[in-house]
């Protein structure tokens, strides 16, 4: 028995629905562990000690970040962790000197990345880069 399997660019419209609905279904930020990287050791850079976190990637004002100690007002390096999520927090800071004006913005960012991986163009972008097959209905 042959069955043929179709890259994601390849499957019909309805096909592609039911393979980004199957996926977004389950999808968790892909680069969230790297972003919490980048936001404790801003915090560590500004002086002060992150204490909880409860983060919505896709809901910023949904998200809490708490922390303790006053930060020391001085002009931070830009790359942290060589994340792209550095540069929304230290940027910011630089400009503002305002914790919650830096963490607003690295919601924002993680927010829209987030939104981007879960598109259509978004999720076509991993299938092609992994090389993902599907069955000619849009599943695995």
């Known amino acids: 028995m042959e069955t043929k399997i179709y890259s994601f660019n390849e499957l019909s419209d309805k096909a592609k629905l039911r393979a980004l609905t199957d996926y977004q279904s389950d999808a968790e930020y892909s680069w969230g562990y790297d972003a919490l990287t980048s936001l404790k050791e801003f915090m560590n850079e500004i002086g002060v000690n992150l204490i909880s976190y409860d983060i919505d990637w896709l809901s910023p004002w949904r998200s809490h970040v708490h922390y303790e100690g006053k930060p020391h007002g001085k002009f931070i390096k830009e790359e942290l962790t060589g994340f792209c999520m550095d540069y929304p927090l230290t940027t910011t ?6 914790i919650g004006a830096c963490i607003n913005e690295f919601l924002r960012e993680c927010a829209n990345d987030y939104e981007h991986q879960l598109s259509e163009e978004g999720y076509a ?7 993902l097959k599907f069955y000619e209905n849009g599943t695995h």
């Open 93 to 98: 800071w630089n400009k503002t000197k305002s």
């Open 125 to 131: 972008e991993y299938c092609n880069g992994n090389d």
